[in-house]
């Protein structure tokens, strides 16, 4: 598939009536039939980034452009984008079917159509034999899936679903989960899906925007974010991680926990204090001798899949493990990684300047 | 069970006493035969014989029916409107000012409205007689229909217009297709309440009725001023059965419409 840009944001800045800056210079690109996903705590301006899109608001500053053309005044109901708002915003006066049929009856296609389309989008999300229900008969999930199928039966070129999922149970997301990438994929649309679980951006997406206070951390697809992730912000966010002080001694040399340990970041320069990140599940449990880093167990609780061990080394650092293999409480332990395990960040580097580095890594023969 | 009080079943019932004794007094005394509301001779329908054979009478009710019906229509459109207005406006303190301005006429009382309606035909030149009074009931119905349709419109989530929008709705299908039937509920009640005020509205209708145009209410006021004949009694009782049906009526429509109603705040 060749790169298309649908959807492009151009240093956009959004306040509200001279209020504090909920967008702060905001540009990124969309590309067609792709899975994007917003992340960010609550607050952070993902709704605000959709409605400028759905154009419900207007952007301060900067242009979007959709398909080449600047549309930042072009009216809400001339955009080919559907929405799925965070409330669900159904009609409270019509029923499931007429619900779903409200965009398809505006544009005036003929009734056996419509019949079939809606009848398909409501077994997409498996509200069958729901047609005749009132919004009010439908319980929180159920509605949320006929805001979904709302949506989709309109067949846009870009979907933006705002926290589609977050009222159903465990089971039922996971399998919606599955379902809207299935149908992401068939249909081929865009998809723009705004969520503040990690778990679930990191599943479904092709690339995810991490947000904060209204700046895009970072972008990129699952894996370069959680391996990679740019700053403390974004490491912490992203999955679980171990985030301490260190110091770069020179290129492949770090300094944490009081030691030194070989590494696989260059282009630092000498005795540059950064940030460093291991994965709580990079971290192996081995006897106190034959650890890189020794350790007291000061908590441990079992997950299912693995136990969560919480450790304070010498320094008073404290160490998430996660490892499928069991300790006792008060117990000291050394814990083992690979140079690869430990990820460098300096203190305040822009996105630019990150890939940048990255690439660097690439020209000096350095392969993931 | 808990045993009540007595005291508040015995109060509430001394008050629906007082208040319907005086109707029911009138209403039973309109089949006396004897012709006075002293002493109850015989049962006779003759006064409502003699009501339907008055024509004047007829047309006057006519007339106060064609009123309220019209100036209740009108000031429903009128008052949806200025609704809309007053929700959708930008600027805090002019929508402020205009939801204080409708409070104020929905307070004042209905002899300086009447007053100054009567100023105002006088000076503007326009013949007292129907249309004064049809202008007159439009205009104090409209802030009544204001006062029935805003809650409905504030408590509507804005989320709604954005999906109705996002859906492709312009302008006239977002309100026609999902506003209006949202705030249904509001807009009959807002006409219901207007007919009602409209019917038997007697003091602005008072001051600007010209010599040829009478209401219902004027007309009873003039009839009973000029002494006892129980014609009133039976227009009376007429009046009232035509207000409870009314009243069912609306109850009904507000049955029926409470099903959808209230969906719509859920998260
Ligand atoms: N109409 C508005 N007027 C003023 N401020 C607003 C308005 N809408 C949103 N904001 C502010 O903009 C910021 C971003 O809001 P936004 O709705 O985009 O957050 P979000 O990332 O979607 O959060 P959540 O995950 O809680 O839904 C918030 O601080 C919010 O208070
Ligand atoms: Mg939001």
Not at chain 1, 66 to 92: I, S, W
Not at chain 1, 298 to 312: A, K, N, T
Not at chain 2, 168 to 183: C, E, N, Q, T
Request: aromatic share 12%; proline share 3%; glycine share 6%.
């Amino acid at each position: 598939m060749t790169k298309e840009v649908i959807i492009r944001f151009d240093h956009v800045t959004k306040r509200y009536d001279n209020d504090a800056v909920v967008l702060d210079h905001v540009s990124f690109e969309i590309e067609r039939g792709k899975f994007y996903t917003l992340l960010g705590p609550s607050g952070c301006g993902k709704t605000t980034i959709l409605r400028l899109i759905a154009g419900f608001t207007e952007a301060s500053e900067g242009d979007i452009y959709f398909n080449g053309k600047r549309m930042n005044n072009v009216p809400a109901n001339k955009r080919q984008v559907n929405t799925v708002f965070q409330d669900y915003a159904l009609f409270p006066h019509l029923n499931v079917y007429e619900n779903v049929a409200f965009g398809l009856r505006i544009k005036k296609v003929k009734n056996s159509e419509i019949d079939r389309r809606v009848k398909e989008a409501l077994r997409f999300v498996n509200l069958s034999g729901y047609e005749k229900r009132e919004i009010t008969e439908m319980s929180g999930g159920q509605r949320q899936r006929v805001a979904i199928a709302r949506a989709i039966v309109n067949e846009p070129e870009v979907i933006l679903l705002d926290e589609p999922l977050s009222a159903l149970d465990l089971k039922l997301r996971t399998e919606m989960q599955y379902e809207l990438r299935d149908l992401q994929k068939r249909l081929g649309i865009t998809f723009i899906f705004v969520t503040h679980d990690q778990e679930e951006a990191l599943a479904m997406s092709d690339e995810i925007f991490v947000l904060n206070q209204g700046k895009i951390q970072q972008s990129g697809t699952p894996t370069d974010i959680y391996d990679e992730p740019i700053n403390r912000f974004v490491a912490d966010f992203i999955g679980e991680s171990n985030i301490v002080p260190g110091k770069m001694i020179r290129d492949f040399e770090v300094e944490f926990a009081g030691k030194v340990f070989e590494c696989v970041d260059q282009g630092l320069n000498q005795n540059e204090s950064v940030d460093i990140v291991i994965r709580p599940e990079d971290l192996e449990i081995t006897s106190w001798n034959e650890g890189k880093i020794q350790v007291k167990v000061d908590s441990q609780l079992f997950r299912g899949v693995h136990y969560e061990m919480i450790c304070y080394d010498e320094a008073q650092n404290e160490w998430l493990v996660h490892s499928t293999k069991k300790a006792t409480v008060g117990e000291k332990i050394g814990l083992n990684f690979e140079p690869e395990a430990i990820h460098v960040m300096r203190l305040g580097e822009t996105e630019e300047e990150f890939d940048k580095r990255l690439e660097s890594y690439q020209e000096a023969g350095y392969e993931q | 069970m808990k045993k009540k009080s007595v005291w508040p079943r015995v109060y509430l019932a001394f008050i629906f006493i007082v208040l319907y004794a005086p109707i029911f007094y009138l209403m039973f005394y309109s089949f006396n035969s004897g012709g006075t509301m002293n002493n109850f001779e015989g049962f006779t329908l003759e006064w409502y014989k003699e009501l339907f054979g008055d024509k004047r009478l007829l047309i006057i009710v006519l007339n106060t029916i064609i009123i309220a019906l019209l100036s209740s229509a009108i000031s429903t459109i009128i008052g949806v409107l200025g609704a809309l207005a007053i929700v959708y406006m930008r600027k805090k303190t002019a929508k402020q000012a205009l939801l204080s301005f409708n409070n104020v006429l929905i307070v004042s009382p209905d002899v300086i409205i009447g007053a100054s309606f009567l100023i105002l035909f006088t000076m503007a030149g326009i013949k007292l007689g129907f249309t004064s009074v049809l202008l007159s009931h439009i205009a104090f119905s409209i802030p009544i229909v204001v006062i029935m349709v805003l809650p409905k419109l504030q408590e509507m989530s804005s989320s709604l217009i954005d999906a109705a929008r996002d859906l492709g709705a312009g302008h006239w299908d977002v309100l026609s297709k999902v506003v209006l039937p949202y705030i249904s509920p509001g807009v009959f009640a807002g006409f219901f309440m207007a007919l009602t005020y409209s019917l038997d509205d007697f003091a602005v209708t008072f001051f600007v009725t010209g010599n040829g145009f009478s209401t219902l209410s004027v007309e009873i006021y003039s009839l009973a001023r000029r002494g006892i004949s129980l014609n009133i009694n039976a227009l009376s009782t007429l009046l009232f059965l035509f207000t409870i049906i009314l009243v069912a009526g609306y109850y009904f429509i507000m049955q029926r419409n409470s099903r959808s109603a209230g969906a719509g705040v859920q998260k």
